[in-house]
């Protein structure tokens, strides 16, 4: 009997030895390590250097606001905690300057330019604080867990996703003027994700009577497929929804900065070869003429001149 | 007009009173005013003349009216009084004085330049960990307080005018971080333009893309001799102060161990558009190029990147970029120049989409 009970317990052992011994707890990445300075060094610094006229913020109390969370069930932390701690760090978002996107967090930080050409949301006071971190407690203990953090797929109502939850309301409610949304066209899933931050927790809380209108870019990879473009698929729902809130919106196929930025790194594609590349002077490359031979330098001056004449 | 008529009858009052109390008084030096009255009363037994005192009278009034002293307080008394007085006021004001000036703390030196940045330790210490944990999480087992407080030691306590690179050697001892081979990006009067490109191409290095770098940038710092504070109200101007401050020399310690660091293909973003191109003076020009070691560097590519706005022209040939070519031949290494290196070029057209030279083929 005994060796029987034994047995059929052994693979349950099996599974809590290997559970607890490799597999870490939730899915998500732990708790960043350090997290109170990296806080505290953000919100010194939004205040101290980048935004000196939005007058002083008490970055102390701001910490101990955010830190309430740290101390609750990682799977009972709803956006609501976060409150006291939007009130003291929200401020106002220069109008015409609100960038909202999906799936393409690096490029939008890339042509934001730290807050000169756009306010997104991780370079609001709030969203900086918490851009590419990560927070939870354990889930059986007070500490801090550094292994894993849930996501959404372990539980909903997890500290991170509450936390951009209640960041994406305040900063939807605080835009005004022309609002940009920058969506991923080579995204296989689609552009606009039916239910995402964007859609739930973004055009709810837009303001009507301070928002003009809404223009759309939808930007495609270079060199890959574009799986959608404006007027089609999830992007032709997200225009219908304005639509239908009544709000003016226009929609452009890869807006061109932010085309030129994607060409950077992709600069001898064919895709992003530039007109007036003859108007560069490279002092390496040979002039055209001495290559091809005499018989192309006509059109060549020709096509010059024009360029020139531009 | 109340207020003076209020005041004007107080003075009358105080006479008034003054009056009374002079006569009270008299009244009293008349019936007795101790010492003068029995000296004279007792001289005048003493010269034998007890029953008639003819200056008796005349000697009473003439003391009570003429030489009365005031408020019946003899003429040493007064001037000790006086002195006291005196004393009084001086101790009055010298002492809350005195506390205020010890109260405060010991004033720092007045500089030309800007004071230590607000928050100077926590954004230093922030940036540190954000940088180790997230943005090249490969150097998390970085010990970022110890970088602090080698930082802070460097120039607290210290004479801000009187920095050496002996002064940041703990720090540079702390901080090893080795930029991969042809990767590295210096840069000279083109710090938006170098670090836009840099923040694309990920795997390039400028200055500002190391630990030291980017926990330093855009941030002012200086103390004094006299406290173990930081200098929050003014920090020593490079120019109109002394080169030799706490900042300069930190730029110059880690730009010189930047250079010395960097192997194979080094590239440089200069500016095409203003007339020293390549400057002698500018940290590139001083620290950078004098210390690119030979035997590791064989190349540095140059890309001069003019104003989208302006016409087109060859800076590569101009004679400050040409100075850079001959110093380069000296130290062995090749020199390689492009004016408008595209993908530089690209980011500039981020700014200016319409421009001609930024359409597209169609």
């Known amino acids: 009997m005994a060796a029987l009970g034994l047995a059929s317990s052994l693979p349950l052992l099996l599974l809590l030895v290997i559970a607890g011994a490799g597999g870490a707890r939730w899915r998500g990445e732990g708790t960043t390590r350090h997290l109170q300075s990296i806080i505290l060094g953000r919100c010194a610094e939004h205040v101290a250097l980048l935004n000196p006229e939005q007058g002083e913020k008490n970055c102390t109390a701001i910490w101990e606001a955010f830190k309430v969370v740290l101390d609750k069930d990682p799977c009972s932390v709803f956006p609501s905690d976060y409150d006291l701690f939007i009130s003291l760090s929200r401020h106002s978002i220069p109008t015409d300057k609100s960038l909202f996107w999906e799936n393409n967090h690096l490029l939008v930080t890339s042509y934001a330019e730290n807050a000169r050409r756009f306010v997104p949301l991780c370079s609001v006071l709030y969203g900086r604080m918490g851009d590419f971190l990560s927070w939870c407690r354990q889930e059986n203990a007070s500490e801090l ?166 | ?217 855009g941030l002012k710092w200086c103390g004094d001799t006299s406290s173990s504070e930081m200098n929050y109200q003014s920090c020593p101007h490079w120019r109109e102060d002394c080169s030799n401050n706490s900042v300069s020399v930190f730029w110059n310690t880690v730009s010189k161990r930047f250079a010395e660091d960097a192997c194979g293909v080094v590239h440089v973003v200069l500016n095409g558009s203003i007339s020293n191109t390549f400057d002698e003076k500018s940290t590139f020009g001083r620290v950078e190029v004098f210390n690119l070691h030979p035997e590791k560097v064989h190349t540095l590519k140059a890309w001069v990147m003019h104003n989208i706005e302006s016409v087109p022209s060859d800076s590569c040939s101009s004679s400050s970029v040409n100075n850079l070519k001959q110093i380069l031949k000296t130290r062995n290494i090749i020199f390689i120049c492009q004016n408008n290196y595209r993908p530089v070029r690209l980011l500039q057209c981020v700014k200016n989409p319409e421009h001609s030279s930024c359409k597209y083929n169609l």
């Not at chain 2, 109390?21 to 009293?28: C, I």
């Not at chain 2, 004001?93 to 100077?120: N, Y």
């Open chain 2, 1 to 217: 007009m109340s207020q003076m008529v209020l005041v004007l009858r107080n003075l009358e009052r105080v006479r008034a009173s003054q009056s009374r109390h002079l006569q009270r008084k008299r009244k009293v030096a008349v019936a007795a005013s101790p010492w003068k009255c029995k000296v004279r009363s007792l001289s005048a037994q003493e010269s034998g003349n007890p029953s008639v005192d003819p200056m008796a009278n005349h000697r009473f009034s003439s003391v009570s009216e003429e030489e009365k002293p005031c408020c019946g307080i003899s003429r040493k008394a007064q001037i000790c009084l006086c002195v006291l007085f005196i004393l009084l006021i001086v101790v009055g004001i010298a002492v809350p004085v005195g506390i205020l000036m010890w109260r405060q703390p010991p004033k720092h030196k007045e500089w030309k330049g800007p004071g230590t940045t607000a928050h100077f330790y926590e954004i230093l210490l922030g940036r540190c960990y954000t940088y180790t944990q997230v943005v090249r999480p490969e150097q998390r087992h970085t010990d970022c307080q110890k970088i602090g407080k080698a930082f802070t030691s460097a120039f607290l306590s210290k004479d801000p005018c009187g920095s050496t690179e002996q002064d940041y050697r703990p720090l540079m001892e702390l901080t090893t971080q080795i930029v991969p081979c042809d990767k590295t990006v210096f840069w000279s009067k083109s710090s938006e333009l170098a670090h836009d490109y840099t923040r694309v191409q990920r795997d390039m290095y400028t200055l500002e893309d190391t630990l030291l770098g980017y926990m330093a940038d």
């Open chain 1, 145 to 310: 867990d550094y292994q894993s953090c849930p996501t959404s797929e372990d539980c909903e109502n997890n500290p991170v996703d509450s936390f951009w939850k209640r960041a994406s309301m305040q900063y939807s409610r605080d835009s005004s003027g022309v609002i940009y949304v920058m969506l991923n066209g080579s995204e296989p899933t689609g552009a606009y994700p039916v239910k995402g931050f964007f859609a739930d927790f973004e055009i709810p809380y837009f303001q009507k009577d301070k928002i003009t209108r809404i223009e759309i870019w939808v930007m495609h990879e270079i060199g890959r497929p574009k799986v959608e473009s404006c007027g089609e698929g999830s992007v032709k729902i997200l225009e219908e929804r304005l639509k239908q809130m009544g709000f003016q919106y226009s929609c452009i196929n890869d807006h061109l900065p932010v085309k030129l930025l994607k060409c950077v790194d992709h600069s001898t594609h064919p895709d992003c070869a530039l007109k007036s590349a003859a108007a560069s002077i490279q002092r390496e490359v040979p002039p055209l003429w001495s290559e091809y031979g005499g018989s192309l330098i006509t059109p060549f001056l020709v096509a010059l001149a024009s360029a020139i004449q531009m």
